[in-house]
């Protein structure tokens, strides 16, 4: 009898968060089919007295978006494919390999995760300069190559993997690269998948280093793109309306990507069970 009230109790709070975690999105949403007058009109109102769905078209034929978001993905996919294969190569040697200086090695990397990510940019911007990948694709995936979270996220799920397991895929003769493939990942699917999407989010909502090292338009990312909109079109915030209807093609590939993939992760957290 009191777990019930309790559990409503908990559900109640739940629904509260979600609708507070949700209220950006619909306002960003409902303000883009309102006029400039009714988005500062006060008390608000929750939906427009006659929506005015042509600014979402208005708002896509005054820039390139799709030129845009095909730029933040197509970067972001090739940086995940990146980012997961070397962290998990790296993992794997910091946890199935025995050499010397393991240990220090694995806290250099660390040390390097609490830098502020600000102070590496001029370095950063120096390096790609002497190669000459500035404005360039290449250099924004090359300079986003290495995830330091990748490495100890992905070390911490090899840890998990039953050493007896491994000893006896070795015994049989498996390589690493069939201990990695065959017994690893089955185990520890839920780790790539959770990166993945991590990364994923990350590199598409990445805005400041774009930013300094991109300068042609047809390489700007979503991010840098959304400004020079709010600059250029949106008059420095004059048309918040286009601005908003902007925003959520910004925000829709992520909404996207949530519905078809939720099931791949729900999938992979609930199946702990281990695979022969």
């Known amino acids: 009898m009191i777990k019930t009230p309790i ?3 908990k559900h109640l709070i739940l629904i509260f968060i979600s609708i507070m975690m949700i209220f950006p999105f619909f306002w960003m ?6 006029t400039k007058e009714e988005i500062f009109h006060f008390p608000p109102t929750l939906w427009p007295e006659k929506p005015m769905w042509n600014q979402f ?9 799709d030129h845009y978001i095909l730029n933040s993905v197509f970067t972001a996919v090739i940086i995940i494919f990146i980012q997961v294969l070397n ?17 220090f090695l ?13 102070a590496t940019y001029v370095p950063s911007y120096v390096i790609l300069a002497d190669f000459n990948l500035l404005d360039s694709y290449k250099g924004l995936i090359l300079s986003n190559a290495v995830s330091v979270f990748g490495i100890f996220l992905f070390r911490q799920a ?6 007896e397991l491994i000893e006896a895929a070795r015994v049989d003769g498996a390589k690493h690269w069939t201990i990695i493939w065959r017994i690893i990942l089955p185990i520890t699917k839920e780790t790539f998948i959770t990166f993945a999407l991590i990364s994923f989010v990350q590199n598409y909502n990445n ?43 910004a925000v829709l590939p992520l909404l996207l990507l949530f519905v078809f ?13 281990l695979k022969g």
């Open 7 to 9: 559990l409503v109790i």
């Open 29 to 34: 949403v409902v303000s883009a089919l309102k």
């Open 57 to 65: 078209s208005e708002a896509w034929s005054m820039a390139p978006f």
């Open 87 to 103: 962290s998990a190569l790296i993992a794997y040697a910091f946890t199935q390999m025995r050499f010397r200086g393991r240990n």
């Open 106 to 118: 694995f806290s250099i990397i660390l040390i390097t995760y609490m830098l502020p990510v600000a």
């Open 158 to 163: 090899f840890l998990q993997v039953p050493k």
């Open 207 to 249: 805005y400041l280093w774009p930013t300094l090292i991109t300068t042609s338009e047809s390489k700007y990312l979503i991010t840098t793109g959304l400004r020079q909109f709010f600059i250029q079109e949106g008059a420095y915030g004059i048309q918040w309306p286009l601005i908003m209807a902007a925003s959520t093609f």
């Open 261 to 273: 993939i939720q099931k791949w992760i729900i999938s992979g957290i609930s199946d702990q069970g």
